[in-house]
């Protein structure tokens, strides 16, 4: 036992840089978890400075400075920013909140659809099985208001927290672009000097981040957008809310189109009941989540590598269970860091090593050795 303990050690941490680069993930695991929480608007930052990188790049192909450049995107960014809260805060915030105050009225037309179900379909819903429904709502209303509670004392909490992101995370993604080589340089200091492996990872973690989030950013978009357009002709709702919570579902795949559908389901039902307005809504949002799927997808993120479906579906449990819905979000980066760590890991493991034979070796099977240094050269 302890010799199969022993060469299964030395087949995959016999390589220093493999060491270097396990200690390199650990020491950005520990920091993650002990200080994730405190250090959210830096990795925020970090993570906006990554995707306005290329953008600066792109200026600096112009020749233009690289201050010149960073500030110029900066200030885009911050005009980006200023946009979405003059101009989508406030519609959000008031369909929301007329959402909270019509939920009680929306329960009760909801209650008197459903007592009509025993009377249209008498052979498939019973008068029992209704009033099982309204038990388990009974149940639940006090668990929910108590949360609407818990959610309306901590709002101030939240918009304290909201304005020091508004302020803080703009200011940092400025340094992070304008000072990323002197940043990069102070952080190689603190690495070991061999570091091929822990390279190799990087590009191609970088390439697939890159080329991850830039889809993703698009996808939310586009259905976001495409989704509302087709729930505000409809007529449903509450459809810039709805809308932009599809969006952002996309982030979280298989399970985020699978939890929306249940809300769209309920607005769309308190508002119309059993109509056909109904369907229309349920069968507008399985295209859309069809198209999204199975074109709009795989085109966005055709350079991105592919996880099987259950390893998607076990890192969400995984990475949502330890972080939360920030690990919701980033599970499927962190799935493609761990792939791309294994698959070099695993390079690494199965190439040949150069065998250098002795000069004595080739004298005795008829070589002649070389009688000098600079001849054996």
Same mark, same amino acid.
């Given at each position: 036992?302890?010799? $199969?303990?022993?060469?299964?050690?030395?087949? &995959?941490?016999? +390589?220093?840089?493999?060491?270097?680069? *396990?200690? =390199?993930?650990?020491?950005?695991?520990?920091?993650?978890?002990? !200080?994730?929480?405190?250090?959210?608007?830096?990795?925020? %930052?970090?993570?906006?400075? &990554?995707?306005? +990188?290329?953008?600066?790049?792109?200026?600096?192909?112009? #020749?233009?400075?690289?201050?010149?450049?960073?500030?110029?995107?900066?200030?885009?960014?911050?005009?980006?920013?200023?946009?979405? $809260?003059?101009?989508?805060?406030?519609?959000?915030?008031?369909?929301?909140?007329?959402?909270?105050?019509?939920?009680?009225?929306?329960?009760?037309?909801?209650?008197?659809?459903?007592?009509?179900?025993?009377?249209?379909?008498?052979? @498939?819903?019973?008068?029992?099985?209704?009033?099982?429904? !309204?038990?388990?709502? +009974?149940?639940?209303?006090?668990?929910?208001?108590?949360?609407? /509670?818990? =959610?309306?004392?901590?709002?101030?909490?939240?918009?304290?927290?909201?304005? =020091?992101?508004?302020?803080?995370?703009?200011?940092?993604?400025?340094?992070?672009?304008?000072?990323?080589?002197?940043?990069?340089?102070?952080?190689?200091?603190?690495?070991?000097?061999?570091?091929?492996?822990?390279? #190799?990872?990087?590009?191609?973690?970088?390439?697939?981040?890159?080329?991850?989030?830039?889809?993703?950013?698009?996808? $939310?978009?586009?259905?976001?957008?495409?989704?509302?357009?087709? !729930?505000?002709?409809?007529?449903?709702?509450?459809?810039?809310? @709805?809308?932009?919570? =599809?969006? /952002?579902?996309?982030?979280?795949?298989? $399970?985020?189109?699978?939890?929306?559908?249940?809300? *769209?389901?309920?607005?769309?039902?308190?508002?119309?009941?059993?109509?056909?307005?109904?369907?229309?809504?349920?069968?507008?949002?399985? *295209?859309?989540?069809?198209? +999204?799927?199975?074109?709009?997808?795989?085109?966005? @993120?055709?350079?991105?590598?592919?996880?099987?479906?259950?390893?998607?579906? *076990?890192?969400? /449990?995984?990475?949502?269970? @330890?972080?939360? !819905?920030?690990?919701?979000?980033?599970?499927?980066?962190?799935?493609?860091?761990?792939?791309?760590?294994?698959?070099?890991?695993? %390079?690494?493991?199965?190439?040949?090593?150069?065998?250098?034979?002795?000069?004595?070796?080739?004298?005795?099977?008829?070589?002649?050795?070389?009688?000098?240094?600079?001849?054996?050269?």
């Amino acid at each position: 036992m302890n010799k $199969i303990i022993h060469d299964w050690f030395q087949r &995959y941490f016999s +390589d220093p840089q493999v060491i270097n680069l *396990v200690l =390199v993930l650990t020491f950005g695991l520990f920091v993650i978890l002990m !200080f994730g929480h405190m250090l959210m608007p830096v990795i925020l %930052s970090m993570i906006i400075a &990554y995707l306005l +990188d290329g953008l600066v790049t792109w200026l600096q192909s112009f #020749r233009i400075p690289r201050v010149v450049a960073v500030t110029i995107v900066s200030l885009l960014f911050i005009a980006l920013i200023a946009a979405l $809260i003059v101009g989508l805060l406030p519609l959000l915030t008031d369909q929301l909140s007329q959402l909270l105050q019509e939920l009680p009225a929306m329960i009760a037309k909801g209650q008197q659809e459903l007592l009509r179900l025993p009377e249209k379909y008498p052979q @498939l819903i019973s008068h029992e099985n209704i009033n099982g429904v !309204f038990a388990y709502i +009974d149940a639940n209303i006090s668990v929910l208001g108590e949360y609407i /509670l818990t =959610v309306s004392l901590h709002s101030v909490l939240g918009l304290i927290e909201l304005l =020091v992101y508004v302020v803080l995370v703009p200011f940092l993604v400025f340094f992070f672009l304008k000072d990323k080589e002197i940043i990069f340089q102070w952080l190689s200091s603190f690495l070991p000097e061999e570091r091929g492996l822990t390279k #190799r990872v990087w590009h191609e973690v970088n390439v697939q981040f890159a080329n991850y989030i830039r889809g993703k950013i698009w996808e $939310i978009v586009l259905v976001w957008s495409t989704t509302y357009i087709t !729930f505000f002709f409809i007529g449903l709702q509450y459809s810039m809310v @709805l809308s932009l919570f =599809v969006g /952002l579902a996309v982030l979280i795949p298989y $399970i985020g189109a699978t939890v929306m559908f249940v809300p *769209v389901a309920l607005i769309a039902f308190f508002q119309w009941g059993l109509d056909l307005n109904l369907v229309y809504v349920l069968t507008a949002y399985a *295209v859309i989540h069809a198209v +999204d799927g199975n074109i709009l997808a795989p085109l966005l @993120l055709s350079e991105v590598v592919d996880i099987h479906p259950v390893a998607t579906i *076990v890192a969400i /449990l995984v990475f949502g269970g @330890l972080w939360g !819905f920030w690990g919701l979000v980033f599970a499927i980066p962190l799935a493609t860091l761990l792939h791309s760590v294994h698959k070099a890991w695993t %390079s690494s493991i199965s190439r040949p090593v150069p065998v250098t034979i002795p000069a004595t070796y080739e004298a005795a099977a008829g070589s002649p050795a070389p009688d000098t240094p600079a001849q054996a050269e």
